[in-house]
Nanobody, 124 residues
Framework: QVQLVESGGGLVQAGDSLRLSCAAS????????MAWFRQAPGKDREFVAA??????????LYADSVKGRFTISRDNTKNTVDLQMNSLKPEDTAVYYC???????????????WGQGTQVTVSS
């Protein structure tokens, strides 16, 4: 049974940092690209960051809105993918989702597995 479980969300102030973590199970983690998406109230789900699998390669990708502030990292020994978020802004407020797909990373929603999400709220 595939599971993606996010943790680490919360309420912070603008300028603060937060680290999200996603624990994966039920599939061969190293063969899957891992990504973070987010969805703000009333808006579509959008790409945040993605880390390629060691099998299919590629480069880490970031949305322009988070580039330089967010860092995605994966640990294939622990089956986890983290999102370090620095210099948070109120517009970063959203539910953050972990996702995985076999083969190469995409910035679209075409991912096979999704977590339930974790809420991040940034106050001004």
């Amino acid at each position: 049974q595939v599971q993606l479980v996010e943790s680490g969300g919360g309420l912070v102030q603008a300028g603060d940092s937060l680290r999200l973590s996603c624990a994966a199970s039920g599939f061969t983690f190293g063969r899957y690209a891992m990504a973070w998406f987010r969805q703000a109230p009333g808006k579509d789900r959008e790409f945040v960051a993605a880390a390629p699998s060691s099998w299919y390669g590629g480069s880490t990708l970031y949305a322009d809105s988070v580039k330089g502030r967010f860092t995605i990292s994966r640990d294939n020994t622990k089956n986890t993918v983290d999102l370090q978020m620095n210099s948070l802004k109120p517009e970063d407020t959203a539910v953050y989702y972990c996702a995985s797909r076999r083969q190469r990373i995409l910035t679209t929603l075409d991912y096979e597995y999704w977590g339930q999400g974790t809420q991040v709220t940034v106050s001004s």
